[in-house]
């Protein structure tokens, strides 16, 4: 059993990853239980650590059912203890035989108070992506529509991608710069030549290869078969849209989204206006429903969905 400590978010991302890779078995505060493998979860967004649950049980029940541990090297951190957080890292640390190293331990004990559980837990690795570097205004093509890369990463996720993901409404490819980033094989379109130069300029700056880029409108792209797409598509304010009406956009671009994946593949779309994400009239089904707030006058909505 696998423990992640997600980061402190007010929404429902940071769980919805791991779910896209593992088997949600209880979530607590900022602490999720879950059974899968641990190497896949060194690319989630929003979670800060990944840990092996050794046992769990009752905070009275603590010190008469620890098993006899024996490490060379450890250290021990207890959580969410308040006053008492010293005493039992000391009173633990006693019961296991070995020497204690507090800095840069082989073993590091995570042990988490949550209500009157106790999880105790031996930290595998801890999950550390410089987002900020790749922000959009440290990328040469820069334009203000981007999402923050820990967003775009997020929703690679949600989309379960382990192989590729195309991204039709690539702009300046933040999408795509993660993607590549996570040795997924990554294709982006738009329909304006300029994102596609710019996009191609921002791969380069990051010494991404391997991609593949082309101008065109959504409906007249010939992907087919597709694991997963992964856009932000125009909100309207300051995105383009050819002065086409959002509502259009949306319908048609819904309708060939769900032509170009397979069956079983996932499309994860981010937009300003949650009634655009909800298109009757294609095969796609809304799996997942994700929204942040941005500011006062904007709120983003992610949907996941999957063709049935
Ligand atoms: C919100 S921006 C994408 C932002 C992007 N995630 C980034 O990191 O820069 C939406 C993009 O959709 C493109 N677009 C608008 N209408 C389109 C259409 N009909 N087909 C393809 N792309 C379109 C715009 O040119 C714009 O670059």
Redesign the pocket.
Known sequence: MLCVEISKERNTIPVAEIASFCRISWVYDDVVLCEGSAEVLRRLAYSKRVDELLFACRIDELFGSMPEMEYDDFSVRVFNAGADKGRMERSIGSMIRGSVRLEDPRNEFRVFIEGDAVLFCRSLFTIRERFDDRR?TRRPFF?P???HPRL?RAMINLSGAEREVF?????????LIEGALMGLRVHG????QR?IDG?RENMDFFGLEGYSLEC????DLDAEGLEAIV?????GKS????R?PLKQ?YSR?FTKLCDMLKPGGRAVV?TNNLRLLMQPDTELSLVGLHSLYVNKSMRRWIGVFTKT
């Open positions: 959009a334009s529509t981007s999402l775009a991204d039709p409404f690539c702009g300046t490819g933040g999408i379109s738009d329909i304006q994102m996009c065109s409108d959504v409906c856009s932000d598509m125009p909100y995105s383009y849209t050819g086409e956009l671009s981010c």
